[in-house]
């Protein structure tokens, strides 16, 4: 699981990149993996991982996946929970990648998710 530092050390990578993101897959793989460490790390994970998204199609499914698991971890504040639903919302518009294949019980895996959610489209 990378630490804080790694995860900030690869979002520069790509972030200075440009136009050759697309050569450092594995420093996105890195950033993807943040969402297996802990708070701060699935934090940062949550802003990067749709940052570059649009830059690595064949992780396309990783990072969705990457993302979903944070909706569905106790262990992420309501303010990540936020980010990450917006992410995925990011995520959609930048793709052809269909919102609609996601079962709902993966975005709003709880009571206390769902009444938080509810506002947003209200």
Same mark, same amino acid.
Request: proline share 6%; glycine share 2%.
């Given at each position: /699981?990378?630490?804080?530092?790694?995860? +900030?050390?690869? *979002?520069?990578?790509? =972030? @200075? =990149?440009?136009?050759?993101?697309g050569q450092h897959k594995d420093a996105y793989q890195v950033i993807l993996d943040g969402v297996k460490g802990g708070t701060k790390e699935k934090r940062l994970a949550a802003q990067f991982i749709p940052k570059f998204f649009k830059h690595f199609p064949e992780l396309a499914d990783s990072a969705i996946n990457a993302q979903l698991d944070l909706c569905e @971890?106790? @262990?992420? %504040?309501?303010?990540?929970?936020?980010?990450?639903? /917006? %992410?995925?919302? *990011?995520?959609? %518009?930048?793709?052809?990648?269909?919102?609609? @294949?996601?079962?709902?019980?993966?975005?709003?895996? %709880?009571?206390?998710?769902? /009444?938080?959610?509810?506002?947003? +489209?209200?």
């Open positions: /699981m990378p630490t804080v530092e790694e995860l +900030y050390r690869n *979002y520069g990578i790509l =972030a @200075d =990149a440009t136009e050759q993101v @971890d106790e @262990d992420v %504040s309501t303010s990540a929970f936020f980010s990450i639903v /917006m %992410s995925l919302i *990011y995520l959609n %518009s930048t793709t052809h990648w269909i919102a609609g @294949d996601i079962p709902l019980n993966r975005l709003l895996p %709880s009571a206390k998710n769902l /009444m938080f959610f509810i506002p947003l +489209y209200v």
